[in-house]
């Protein structure tokens, strides 16, 4: 099993700038990719960015430019830097791990832009 968890999120003005945090713990060994996805009000759950094992990695159009993934083997942490936060950037920020079939997910934080 994988354990997820995410810090980081909050609010900000539109243009401001927030970077996330998830902490993997447990059979870290069996993951991946690990990743970002939201989720809006009424809206479906959408993919954020993803980072491969390998180093690879991938965003969603809305985002690519202003959003960052990283991550930090030393501490098993994935981030997601922010920049250039607009309104429609709010939802609830969720992280998640892929090893083999099965997906992970945090708990998910809430990402708030005032305009």
């Known amino acids: 099993q994988v354990q997820l968890v995410e810090s980081g999120g909050g609010l900000v003005q539109a243009g401001g700038s927030l970077r996330l945090s998830c902490a993997a713990s447990?059979?870290?060994?069996?993951?991946?990719?690990m990743g970002w996805y939201r989720q809006a009000p009424g809206k479906q759950r959408e993919s954020v960015s993803q980072?491969?094992?390998?180093?690879?990695?991938n965003y969603a159009d809305s985002v690519k430019g202003r959003f960052t993934i990283s991550r930090d083997n030393a501490k098993n942490t994935v981030y997601l830097q922010m920049n250039s936060l607009k309104s429609e950037d709010t939802a609830v920020y969720y992280c998640?791990?892929?090893?083999?079939?099965?997906?992970?997910w945090g708990q998910g934080t809430q990402v708030t832009v005032s305009s």
């Open positions: 998640a791990a892929a090893s083999g079939l099965t997906t992970h």
């Open positions: 447990g059979s870290i060994f069996s993951i991946n990719v």
């Open positions: 980072i491969h094992v390998g180093g690879s990695t």
